[in-house]
């Protein structure tokens, strides 16, 4: 059986790297999930010539540097991550990050079909980790940190939207939280969603389906949420990230633009 590709490199210089995650592993260690495997241990020692994934013939140094964690995203959300390799980068980033300058982009496959005047929203609800054992983020009116997405909405098919989701600020899982609260929440997402574990079919929103309903695979039974872009106006004049969508996340948007 081919070993899971858990990442691909996507830039590297003498001081960050940064990757394209993939759906289903930790950018670092979790308090609740110690022994699991995790980014940047697998990034590590790829770097110094180990098994890790290391894609398209990049060249493999012979030591490994030492990786700082930079930002996160969640452990079922795919897409960019940076890491800093020294300790002036980490602090550097780490200020951007802070401070909000950083320009983040996401791509969202939601369920419904948003009525946003000019196919645009914002959501400004303020959020609390809940501290359960489901690791939770709570919208809390009077405890909440202040927190602000903006949306667009880029297409629909049928009872399904794909919306271009940009974070001004950090929160644990603050976009699955505000488009849940707008009626709209994530496919596939086990904390805040719907009940779809069994994922996204074709046949639910293609009309005159004429497949099988009993061989049918569903295009997307993950969280359907990617970090596409990543912006940092502070590095190398501007430095501008991108991380295609992976395929299974790529196929049902393609299905969705046919049948939309």
Known sequence: MKQQA????IYEDDAIIAVNKASGISVGGERWEES???LDRLLANA???GTGSREHGDRVSGQAPKLYIV???DKETSGIVVFAKNASAHK???AAFESRSVEKTYTAVIHGRPAWPGGKADCGLPLLPDGNKKHLTIIDKYRGKPSHTGFALLLSAGNYSVVEAKPASGRTHQIRVHLAAMGHP???DPLYGKRDG???FLSSFKRNWRGDAFEEKPLLRRLGL???KLTLPGYAAGLCLEAPLPRDMAALVRQMERCG
């Open 92 to 94: 550097t980033l780490s």
């Open 226 to 228: 990617h970090a596409l």
């Open 198 to 200: 069994n994922g996204v």
């Open 47 to 49: 770097l110094s010539g």
């Open 36 to 38: 699991a495997e995790r």
């Open 71 to 73: 930002h996160r995203i």
């Open 186 to 188: 994530i496919v596939c």
């Open 6 to 9: 858990f990442f691909s490199i």
